[in-house]
């Protein structure tokens, strides 16, 4: 099973990148707002380069929110969030607040999966209240990181400020070693 890979790619491509995520990410408290792509594509030329090298047609850029009072439950509480089954690959970048916070990665070992189907054709999945899980990874989004969505997920350490990242979905899932 994958479940995550951080990637070495050039820093002025993260601070393009960063740049238009201050910019362009959400200044409501939404855990999850769908990003203008085509903004994204046009704005952000050197990180096309690189995906286009990298053979990445980037579908999706959404921004994710995590206040520091919590008052997103959604992304605090172990859950999964997938665009589909093919492509549960997403590619995230820090871009505020990430520093300290992790993502811990489980395996479901008690309880059931229940989803929700999004308007915008996602599918969001939180766990029964008698769910039991083991971790399995955990990573800090200190610099851009591919990670498999479809395992349950869970962020922790956001105390002092929000927590701001941007995550790139992709027509297909990346090939990954
Ligand atoms: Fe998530």
């Given at each position: ?23 362009n990410l ?94 915008d054709g ?56």
């Open positions: 099973m994958f479940y995550y890979k951080h990637i070495d790619i050039d820093n002025s491509i993260c601070e393009e990148i960063k740049e238009w995520g201050i910019d959400q200044s409501s408290n939404v855990p999850f707002v769908k990003l203008d792509v085509n903004d994204f594509k046009k704005q952000c030329p050197l990180f096309m380069q690189w995906a286009d090298k990298e053979q990445l047609k980037i579908i999706l850029a959404v921004g994710i929110k995590v206040t520091a009072d919590y008052k997103q439950p959604e992304v605090a509480i172990p859950h999964v969030d997938l665009m589909d089954d093919s492509r549960s690959i997403a590619l995230n970048f820090p871009i505020s607040g990430c520093e300290g916070t992790c993502t811990k990665m489980y395996n479901l070992v008690k309880g059931e999966q229940i989803n929700i189907d999004l308007p996602t599918t969001y999945s939180k766990f029964s209240n008698d769910s039991e899980f083991e971790e399995v990874a955990k990573f800090y989004l200190t610099k851009p990181t591919f990670f498999n969505t479809s395992v349950p997920h869970q962020l922790f350490g956001v105390e002092k400020q929000d927590r701001l990242a941007l995550s790139l979905r992709f027509e297909n899932n990346p090939v990954l070693d």
